[in-house]
């Protein structure tokens, strides 16, 4: 690297003085440098100058502002720079040292590269291509304006796009398979035409013995050839095509020792799905849209998004899981698992870019050959998916914002989500499909309970079934609880265990705790939705502990926090996205019973009016 003065136009223009940044000035000013730095060694008229900044639409001060620019970048430059502009054949001459300018040491870094590759050097070659790479600090000449600015972006991200090419052919000559797929199936799907990719990509795929997938990628990129540009595929990827059909396809081969790297297997697909309950207890419509959903994402080649929300403890994830478990056979490539912690005990949602490496590992991608970024590594698991049949299940999501880098970018897969918050942005940008699941109907709820505890013992006592599933509320977690107790008490009848579930008001939650497991106490269910909730909104919810009805309007809520209406409106409608509570009708509202009284004991009454749990 030159000692002197350097310039950068690998990513925004820079000018460094002895390591330190000089400015290159504004946009325009910069402009005009670009335009001097890549004709470096020859005269640039001012009228080529000005048709550089400003195209056909110049001002009429455009002659006096490219003087003055001139002379700043002199200025800039110093007298006693090896660097200078100067006037010669009515032109401007910029004369720099060949080493000075980022684009000519990468030139010269690619070209060593080239030449290494040419001897069978691969390990140089790959080396080198890295080093080149490394000198883009982003997209070239970002934020430089003008015509001709415009015209060598594209020029200079056509080289660097090659530069990244041959650095994945030494790959995968190298016999680094998995480690190429990744990178090219993401290159891919950014560049989805160009067909030397497309040919790595399938080379690469051979390589890890993925065979049907490279096939998949010729057809794919072969259909999109022809509905675009009207062409055929090249005969170089006919060729790469008919030599993987025939099983006479001859991988490139490193004439150096691989260290390592040689081929290895594929790994087992991922299966790290949780263990699914012996039998889902009703959701039977709700199964039902997945499974079409499916079906449709399947006729329409399109990634299938389903999310699952509803109140705390009303069985999100049991029915995650379940559905997951039924739909695996669909997605033979692996069902991948993460437990994103968006209202869990921990103080923060888990961040994406650790999620990312989890499920990397899963597919294969040794840590060292994994990137720094969430983006980076989002892109890299698209590229993965790309050509495989994944289920992603993400439970207890925080927002849309941590999903987003989670979800499969081509079809085939699917991302199946559930979070305590309604993801309006997940519906909204992804097309998702949205299930709000509501506490068991009466019956569901005494199927679950005969199926605990025995037909012989829940057809004995139907009223105190009946009793049970209303102090429950009719939630899946409350019942569960229910039923583990009295399962390890068979001989007490259950009137005498509803009666020890009808306890003084302020108890209520505490007849459904449990010092086991926070995952099966009511309560703590519910904290952790409530947690969720903004300081207006809980205050809110803490007054609404005075309703006397498990239905109201917004009216009530209004007289009974001193409020304005249409305040309260915007405010319960967040509780209604937290699934605190339920929107039956335009201004009418429901809760469960247990959420009230969870309300009562943050509104710290201490009491319940006498029979308002019992209309609840």
């Not at 035409?193 to 057809?219: N, P, V």
């Not at 004439?255 to 390592?260: A, I, R, S």
């Amino acid at each position: 690297m030159h000692a002197g003065v350097e310039f950068s136009v690998l990513g925004p223009v820079r000018l460094h003085k002895e390591g330190v940044e000089a400015g290159a000035g504004q946009p325009r000013q910069c402009a005009v440098l670009a335009s001097l730095l890549l004709r470096a060694g020859k005269p640039v008229s001012l009228s080529r100058l000005v048709q550089d900044v400003w195209g056909d639409d110049a001002p009429p001060s455009a002659v006096g502002s490219v003087r003055t620019y001139v002379y700043r970048l002199r200025q800039a430059l110093g007298g006693k720079s090896d660097s200078s502009v100067s006037l010669v054949d009515g032109g401007y001459l910029l004369r720099i040292q060949p080493d000075a300018l980022d684009l000519n040491r990468f030139k010269e870094t690619t070209a060593r590269a080239r030449k290494a590759r040419g001897t069978g050097d691969l390990t140089v070659a790959a080396s080198l291509l890295t080093e080149a790479l490394e000198m883009w600090r982003g997209v070239a000449l970002a934020g430089v304006p003008g015509p001709f600015a415009d015209q060598q972006r594209s020029v200079l991200g056509e080289l660097r796009l090659a530069c990244v090419e041959e650095q994945l052919a030494c790959e995968v000559e190298r016999g680094r398979y998995t480690e190429a797929a990744a990178e090219l199936s993401a290159l891919l799907v950014e560049h989805p035409l160009r067909e030397r990719i497309c040919g790595l990509l399938m080379t690469a795929l051979y390589g890890a013995g993925r065979q049907s997938e490279a096939l998949t990628i010729y057809h794919t990129t072969s259909h999109l050839l022809r509905q675009r540009l009207g062409v055929s595929p090249s005969p170089e990827l006919q060729q790469v095509h008919e030599r993987i059909l025939s099983g006479r396809f001859q991988l490139p081969r490193s004439t150096e020792p691989l260290k390592g790297t040689t081929r290895t297997p594929p790994p087992h697909p991922p299966a790290q799905l949780p263990a699914a309950l012996p039998s889902l207890v009703g959701r039977e419509s709700e199964q039902e849209q997945v499974e079409r959903l499916v079906a449709d994402a399947e006729a329409s080649s399109s990634v299938a998004i389903c999310t699952v929300g509803g109140l705390a403890g009303v069985g999100k994830t049991a029915f995650a899981v379940t559905v997951a478990h039924r739909l695996a056979d669909r997605f033979p490539d692996g069902q991948l698992f993460a437990d994103l912690q968006g209202a869990g005990p921990e103080a923060e949602p888990r961040d994406p870019a650790h999620v990312l490496a989890d499920f990397l590992q899963s597919l294969g991608v040794r840590l060292e050959d994994m990137p720094e970024t969430a983006q980076a590594r989002a892109l890299m698991f698209r590229g993965l998916l790309a050509s495989r049949r994944v289920l992603v299940v993400l439970d207890n999501a925080w927002s849309t914002d941590q999903l987003k880098h989670l979800l499969p970018g081509s079809s085939g897969s699917m991302a199946l989500v559930t979070s305590r918050m309604q993801l309006h942005a997940l519906v909204a940008a992804y097309q998702a499909l949205p299930l709000t699941l509501m506490p068991l109907s009466l019956t569901d709820a005494r199927t679950l309970l005969t199926r605990r505890l025995g037909a012989a013992r829940t057809a004995a006592e139907p009223e105190a079934v009946d009793r049970i599933i209303r102090l429950a509320g009719q939630l899946p977690l409350a019942l569960a609880n229910v039923a583990a107790r009295a399962a390890y008490r068979p001989q007490l009848r259950l009137a005498s265990l509803a009666d020890e579930y009808e306890v003084p008001e302020y108890r209520t939650l505490d007849a459904f705790a449990s010092e086991e497991d926070q995952a099966l106490d009511v309560r703590e269910s519910i904290t952790r939705s409530y947690r969720l909730l903004d300081t207006e909104t809980a205050a809110l919810f803490r007054d609404m502990s005075a309703c006397p009805d498990p239905m109201f309007a917004a009216s009530q809520v209004a007289d009974l926090a001193g409020r304005p209406e249409c305040r309260v409106r915007q405010v319960l409608s967040r509780l209604t996205r937290a699934h605190l509570v339920s929107e039956i009708g335009p201004g009418r509202y429901s809760w469960n019973r247990l959420v009230a009284a969870y309300a009562v004991e943050q509104a710290g009454q201490g009491f319940l009016d006498r029979g308002k749990l019992a209309r609840l």
